[in-house]
């Protein structure tokens, strides 16, 4: 099993980056697939979470109005849309896979399997 994020780079406060997510040797039927995020001297924290099966999504309140998750089963695929980036936005950014009931929405890191390498998003202001 393999997950790569990427669309990482430097941008503007104000600007947008769409992150992805490309998983191989690791099925779409029903899986949850969630984004998070590790500044510098933080503990990583979940972003967004998306359950393959439905389409079903999940925020945490820090990004909600400002993240947009998404899916292309057929693809294998998860997006991050990110908009009106700011500052506090600049961090490594990592996808995550796993399957099973607990992780249905979940934004603990603990409860991840499968992880990506990571993505940087800098935010200048």
């Known amino acids: 099993v393999q997950l790569q994020a990427s669309g990482g780079g430097l941008v503007q406060a104000g600007g947008s980056l769409r992150l992805s997510c490309a998983a191989s040797g690791f099925t779409f039927d029903d899986r949850a697939i969630t984004w998070f995020r590790q500044a510098p001297g933080k503990e990583r924290e979940g972003i967004s979470c998306i359950m393959t099966r439905d389409g079903s999504t999940y925020y945490a309140d820090s990004v909600k109005g400002r993240f947009t998750i998404s899916s292309d089963n057929a693809g294998n695929m998860v997006y991050l849309q990110i908009d009106n980036l700011q500052p506090e936005d600049t961090a490594v950014y990592y996808c995550?896979?796993?399957?099973?009931?607990?992780?249905?929405?979940?934004?603990?890191?603990?409860?991840?399997?499968?992880w990506g390498q990571g993505t940087q998003v800098t935010v200048s202001a």
């Open positions: 995550a896979g796993g399957w099973g009931p607990t992780l249905q929405g979940s934004l603990i890191p603990g409860q991840y399997l499968y």
